[in-house]
């Protein structure tokens, strides 16, 4: 058996006037079902797809279900819910705004009838209110169990927000600059954030309050790196946290005395133990790459290759402790022209695909085990599938 990789751009206008693609997320599968994703992009857009695919699960093909036009700026990030019957979206104009699908077709001034095949209808959100009054939202998150989001802004807050009620539950100025990335910890008990100001933060919400209990600063890029975001994420199971924008400086002395200063880029991986113990949080791990790292995404999938295929002999598991810990998955690292894939347990890239984009990677999905989707400010999306075959 071997690894098999395929990458193909999907060549079609996503967005109205090939405007960029911010934001990415597949809707979880369900048995039954067919792959629908949601793309938010530079045309102040949301829009609906379904994915075809062949006996490989390939995608050959992708159709248009529907767009939603309810912002009235850049749509910068679009997550469903883990339930997969609620769409989130984040947007410049400074509002998250909550949508389902409705068992109806409901036209709006402008819709081709031809064109739409289902409509995601308005339920919910948040537009700004005293605590937050319009600052662009860059990154958003849902807690577990899909009743708060959490979202990051251009002015360094990170909120929360009742996903029922649409009501601004909770603020802290968690960075003194712009919040680029969000993440909720899948057992609930942290909300981490990543900003221009070179720092990482680890929140706590419980009794309505959102708080600031740790902080690690001075190992990321600052504003100096041309990113909109920052996307970090978490283990499936909480086990672990892959952080992007990660700058290692390296001192070395030269002949006359002096030193002379390189840097590396990197993601950091922190365990949940090593993100609160006293002091800055540190990371246990870190993966280096030829160009910084913007966005991080694991697989919700579970990985069980064959271990004659997957693994070397002498080749042992980097975190297990525990059966939590010892189950694999993958995560895709994003830099700005190339995406790598990792193994959870040993950190071995399963693969990187490269030059699928004229344009920067803005953000990835995963839409089913072994099927990653890859936009980008292009205005196009690429479909990267692995697969083990004889």
Request: proline share 3%.
């Amino acid at each position: 058996m071997g690894i098999v990789v395929t990458a193909k751009t999907l060549a079609l206008h996503w967005h109205d006037g090939a405007n960029a693609i911010y934001s990415i997320s597949a809707q979880p599968l369900k048995d039954g079902e067919s792959l629908r994703i949601a793309t938010g992009g530079g045309d102040n857009n949301i829009r609906i797809w379904r994915l075809l695919t062949n006996s490989n699960g390939e995608v050959d093909g992708v159709k248009y279900l529907s767009n939603i036009s309810k912002h009235d700026r850049a749509v910068n990030c679009v997550r469903f819910n883990g339930q997969g019957d609620l769409l989130a979206s984040g947007s410049d104009d400074g509002s998250v705004l909550l949508f389902c699908r409705s068992e109806e077709i409901v036209r709006e001034f402008g819709d081709d009838e031809d064109e739409i095949l289902e409509s995601w209808v308005l339920v919910g959100g948040h537009r700004g209110s005293a605590g937050m009054s319009m600052k662009e939202v860059y990154d958003i998150a849902w807690s577990p169990d899909a009743r708060l989001l959490c979202l990051g802004t251009m002015d360094g807050t990170v909120g929360v927000v009742d996903a029922s009620s649409g009501a601004l539950v909770s603020t802290v100025r968690a960075h003194a600059q712009n919040v680029q990335g969000v993440s909720w910890d899948p057992l609930g008990e942290y909300i981490v954030s990543l900003g221009g100001d070179r720092c990482i933060n680890i929140m706590t919400f419980s009794m309505g309050i959102l708080k600031s209990i740790s902080k690690s600063c001075k190992i990321f890029y600052g504003e100096n790196l041309e990113t909109l975001f920052r996307r970090l994420t978490w283990s499936p199971q909480g086990s672990l946290l892959v952080a992007p924008c990660g700058i290692i400086n390296n001192g070395a002395n030269t002949t006359n005395g002096g030193t002379i200063t390189t840097a590396e880029n990197a993601v950091y991986i922190f365990t949940r133990a090593s993100l609160t113990t006293p002091g800055p949080a540190r990371a246990v791990a870190m993966l280096k790459f030829r160009k910084p790292p913007l966005v991080v995404r694991f697989s919700p999938y579970r990985f069980e290759p064959s271990s004659s295929v997957a693994h070397n002999e002498a080749e042992s598991p980097v975190f297990t402790g525990g059966n939590r810990d010892d189950a694999c998955y993958l995560f895709a690292v994003a830099t700005a022209d190339t995406v790598s894939v990792f193994e959870s347990t040993t950190l071995r890239c399963v693969c990187t695909v490269g030059n699928i984009h004229y344009a920067g990677i803005t953000d990835l999905t995963w839409a089913r085990a072994g099927l990653l989707l890859v936009a980008s400010t292009d205005g196009f999306v690429s479909a990267v599938n692995i697969r083990y075959e004889r």
